[in-house]
């Protein structure tokens, strides 16, 4: 008689307990500290600090390019910062939740190879030799699970037991960053179907936000941003199809590209929709600095990855479009006068009105911009609504029968016999197909700017199943343009106070602006994206780094002014 399966709840407990078991003895939290945990709002800085060593906390808070050249120039060892690194993410998956994946002493192996490598030849393997690079679990890593959150993929390739696949299969970026020297210690949760804006599936529960554990800490790309607030991980891998590394990105305070589709290699990576090419996922990169993001890039490009995979296009990293535009500003990010940059500003979608945080940021931006000597305009798009709903429009677009048929979600989930999450039993419902012509009418360009400055959302970290609308994010990727999300500043209770004068446009617009509750919301990061056109990854970045230099002067001028009047 064939034996039959486990339950689906046993093999999840079982998956949760054997990744725990992988996490070092010196490295597991006591009773005591996982209810402290528990108890905090957030676990940010000084919370997790408390189990590092100095010298630890000294390396997580470095960023990847300092930390590269620290390897290089020997001040650092290879061991030394993966075992940082994976120490901090062991800590963060206990108090937070946020890992699949563990291979932590596959890591520190690798990374004594490497230190030997360099003590041998005196030159590094790559560019990113020795850096350690989280992944989100959608990259094939070879003997190592990829589930994506789906129970019914432990232990298997894609759901299928076949002995000569399972564990054998990697991602072609994954092949990329390991000859490039990294270090891929870890792969970070997801949400089931990775269509979902925050991080929850029936594997590990949910992810929730570091900096205020009363909220979402995002998704798809969800375990990811959560380990970066927590410093576990300073650069990493995700993948965006409506949002997934720049919702993550803004609710966890770090850093975030999402290029336009076919810039970076998708192949070989599990998705869960795979097959529909109207709406593309990306491959986007995560960092907790801007450097993370053009080191990342930098470093793939030169391995001509589109020599591997034909649907990459062949353009490598254009250095002459990020000198040309940092060019416009000087280090500290004013204007030069040979030609201030012009932004546009998208305040609102005209669906859904942002919270007060969200615009304060946006005006954050724009006053630093300005005082730089910048050009700002407010900006609108042809239809002010083009990316609500659009979304899931396409993904269903015929009517969901695809998407759900078997061989896709459904038979995941029948492998074990798991249910579909909650929050997904509505946008699953079989539907009127699409007229898929609509796609042609909704990608019309613009005004002519450099970049455009709008929320990531219409809330900070999202209050758990109230992240109502996803068009601020959905739209650009229906218009595959390249995007960069940057942190701003944090959720204030005494300063974004509710406007009980402001009247909601509609159901959508009520229902959102009803869940936002000051006190709730009290020290969740505020980041806003900056979108260009499609393939301009380079100058995105450029203008990224400008508005934060022109932020952090803006800043300091007016410190200083408080400080010389005597104001705190």
């Given at each position: 008689m064939k034996e039959s399966l486990p339950s689906w709840v046993t093999r999840a407990a079982l998956k949760k307990a054997n990744t725990l078991d992988k996490i070092r003895p010196e490295w597991r939290l006591s009773p005591h500290d996982l209810a402290r945990a528990k108890q905090q709002r957030d676990l940010t800085g000084p919370f997790i600090q408390k189990f590092l060593s100095v010298d630890e906390i000294s390396i997580i808070e470095k960023d990847s390019v300092q930390l590269v050249r620290d390897i290089r120039e020997a001040s650092l060892t290879a061991v030394q910062v993966t075992n940082a690194f994976c120490k901090t993410?062991?800590?963060?998956?206990?108090?937070?939740?946020?890992?699949?994946?563990?291979?932590?002493?596959?890591?520190?192996?690798?990374?004594?190879?490497?230190?030997?490598?360099?003590?041998?030849?005196?030159?590094?393997?790559?560019?990113?030799?020795?850096?350690?690079?989280?992944?989100?679990?959608?990259?094939?890593?070879?003997?190592?699970?990829?589930?994506?959150?789906?129970?019914?993929?432990?232990?298997?390739?894609?759901?299928?037991?076949?002995?000569?696949?399972?564990?054998?299969?990697?991602?072609?970026?994954?092949?990329?960053?390991?000859?490039?020297?990294?270090?891929?210690?870890?792969?970070?949760?997801?949400?089931?179907?990775?269509?979902?804006?925050?991080?929850?599936?029936?594997?590990?529960?949910?992810?929730?936000?570091?900096?205020?554990?009363?909220?979402?800490?995002?998704?798809?790309?969800?375990?990811?941003?959560?380990?970066?607030?927590?410093?576990?991980?300073?650069?990493?891998?995700?993948?965006?199809?409506?949002?997934?590394?720049?919702?993550?990105?803004?609710?966890?305070?770090?850093?975030?590209?999402?290029?336009?589709?076919?810039?970076?290699?998708?192949?070989?990576?599990?998705?869960?929709?795979?097959?529909?090419?109207?709406?593309?996922?990306?491959?986007?990169?995560?960092?907790?600095?801007?450097?993370?993001?053009?080191?990342?890039?930098?470093?793939?490009?030169?391995?001509?990855?589109?020599?591997?995979?034909?649907?990459?296009?062949?353009?490598?990293?254009?250095?002459?479009?990020?000198?040309?535009?940092?060019?416009?500003?000087?280090?500290?990010?004013?204007?030069?006068?040979?030609?201030?940059?012009?932004?546009?500003?998208?305040?609102?979608?005209?669906?859904?009105?942002?919270?007060?945080?969200?615009?304060?940021?946006?005006?954050?931006?724009?006053?630093?911009?300005?005082?730089?000597?910048?050009?700002?305009?407010?900006?609108?798009?042809p239809d002010q609504t083009i990316g609500r709903g659009t979304h899931w429009q396409f993904l269903m677009a015929d009517g969901a029968h695809d998407i759900r048929r078997l061989t896709d979600v459904d038979e995941q989930l029948a492998l074990s016999g798991e249910p579909l999450i909650p929050d997904l039993q509505q946008s699953f419902k079989l539907r009127k197909p699409m007229d898929l012509l609509k796609y042609q009418d909704l990608t019309q360009d613009g005004q002519i700017v450099d970049a455009v400055i709008m929320p990531v959302a219409p809330h900070a970290a999202v209050i758990p199943g109230k992240y109502y609308h996803v068009a601020y994010t959905e739209v650009i990727n229906l218009l595959n343009y390249s995007a960069v999300v940057i942190p701003v500043t944090k959720a204030d209770k005494e300063i974004d106070v509710v406007d009980d004068s402001y009247c909601p446009s509609g159901d959508l617009d009520q229902m959102n602006w009803d869940a936002y509750d000051p006190e709730t919301y009290d020290g969740a990061p505020v980041g806003v994206q900056i979108v260009a056109r499609k393939f301009e990854e380079e100058k995105v970045l450029s203008i990224a780094k400008i508005i934060v230099a022109a932020m952090k002067t803006r800043r300091l001028k007016v410190v200083g002014a408080s400080a010389s009047t005597g104001r705190s």
């Open positions: 993410a062991a800590i963060a998956h206990q108090i937070n939740n946020c890992l699949h994946e563990i291979f932590f002493d596959e890591a520190l192996e690798r990374a004594a190879w490497l230190d030997a490598q360099f003590a041998d030849k005196q030159l590094p393997i790559g560019p990113l030799h020795g850096l350690p690079i989280s992944l989100k679990d959608q990259f094939h890593v070879k003997g190592v699970d990829t589930t994506m959150g789906y129970i019914g993929w432990i232990s298997s390739n894609l759901g299928i037991s076949d002995s000569q696949q399972v564990h054998k299969v990697e991602s072609q970026i994954v092949t990329e960053l390991l000859s490039l020297g990294a270090v891929l210690y870890c792969k970070t949760s997801l949400p089931q179907t990775l269509l979902f804006g925050e991080t929850r599936n029936n594997l590990i529960g949910e992810t929730l936000n570091p900096y205020n554990r009363n909220l979402s800490c995002g998704g798809s790309s969800g375990g990811e941003g959560a380990l970066q607030a927590l410093r576990g991980s300073n650069l990493g891998l995700g993948t965006d199809i409506g949002g997934s590394v720049r919702i993550p990105a803004a609710f966890n305070g770090t850093y975030s590209l999402k290029p336009t589709p076919e810039r970076l290699s998708y192949r070989c990576v599990a998705n869960s929709n795979p097959g529909q090419n109207t709406y593309r996922s990306t491959v986007g990169i995560m960092s907790t600095s801007l450097g993370g993001l053009d080191l990342l890039l930098r470093s793939n490009l030169s391995t001509e990855p589109w020599l591997r995979d034909p649907a990459v296009v062949p353009i490598p990293f254009r250095d002459e479009i990020s000198k040309q535009h940092e060019m416009r500003a000087n280090s500290d990010g004013t204007a030069n006068g040979k030609m201030p940059l012009k932004l546009g500003v998208l305040w609102t979608d005209g669906a859904v009105q942002p919270h007060p945080p969200i615009t304060r940021g946006l005006k954050i931006v724009v006053e630093a911009m300005r005082s730089a000597g910048h050009k700002t305009v407010d900006w609108n798009p």
